[in-house]
């Protein structure tokens, strides 16, 4: 049961195609998990056709239709065998070559453990385990941060996050996620300026941390 969603504005950015490749992926993967965000990015893509549908025409080469139909009929649909434990889902496990145990993992501190993923530089994703009841030091953010739950879960100061809920947080939001004891909590999340930490340690570390 997913409760915190993707905005308008995130599926519409990612609907026409200006986001950037870190928060392509985020959207991608919550939108593989969650039946509410696909309708609604359904309907979007539906706009935008309809926008393209009303533009001016473009001559087509002679025989581009009867190459497309063609093509038509040969590409077998790809068939996605989900394996039943997967903790990424599709978009990601493409991403990462794998499923979590494919991830090389690095301490950052208290147990908690990170993986940056390869993305253009525009914006960052990165990997992060959360060992069950520890913290992320407390941080603020100086742009858009997203963070998308795959594993378990983590409460803040606002609410509570499982597995395929996406927490927005901007300027505004100081806050220390937690995992809920029990289960290690992974999450995927992706920012466009760098975290902005509270306390002195983790500001020492953050350009070796890159985050
Ligand atoms: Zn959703
Ligand atoms: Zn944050």
């Known amino acids: 049961m997913i409760r ?24 991608a993967t919550h939108v593989s ?8 990015l359904g309907a979007l893509d539906a706009v935008g056709g309809a926008v393209l549908d009303a533009c001016e025409t473009v001559p087509m080469a002679d025989g581009a239709l009867a190459a497309t139909l063609a093509r038509l009929g040969e590409a077998p649909e790809p068939v996605v065998v989900e394996t039943p ?8 496990r493409d991403y990462v070559g794998g499923d979590a145990e494919a991830v090389r993992w690095r301490a950052v501190g ?5 993986a940056i993923l ?7 994703a990165r990997l992060l385990y959360i060992p069950g009841g ?4 407390d941080h603020g953010h100086r742009g ?44 995927l999340a992706v920012t466009d300026a760098p975290l902005r930490f ?7 570390l953050q350009p070796f941390l890159k985050i």
Do not use: W
């Not at 520890?134 to 030091?137: F, T």
């Not at 509270?198 to 020492?204: A, C, K, T, V, Y």
């Open 134 to 137: 520890m913290a992320v030091p």
């Open 198 to 204: 509270n306390s002195l340690i983790p500001r020492l």
């Open 118 to 124: 390869k993305t253009s530089s525009a914006a960052s």
């Open 4 to 27: 915190h969603h993707l905005s308008d504005d995130l599926l519409t950015g990612y609907s026409a195609g200006t986001l950037p490749e870190a928060f392509n992926l985020l959207v």
């Open 110 to 114: 208290g147990g908690v453990r990170q």
């Open 85 to 92: 434990a997967a903790i990424f889902p599709a978009p990601l």
């Open 144 to 187: 858009t941060e997203l963070t998308l739950v795959l594993q378990g879960a983590f409460h803040d100061e606002t609410d509570h996050f499982a597995r395929g809920d996406v927490e927005t947080a901007d300027e505004d939001l100081e806050h220390t996620p937690t995992a809920m004891p029990g289960e290690p909590c992974i999450c």
């Open 33 to 40: 998990l969650c039946d509410e965000c696909r309708a609604r």
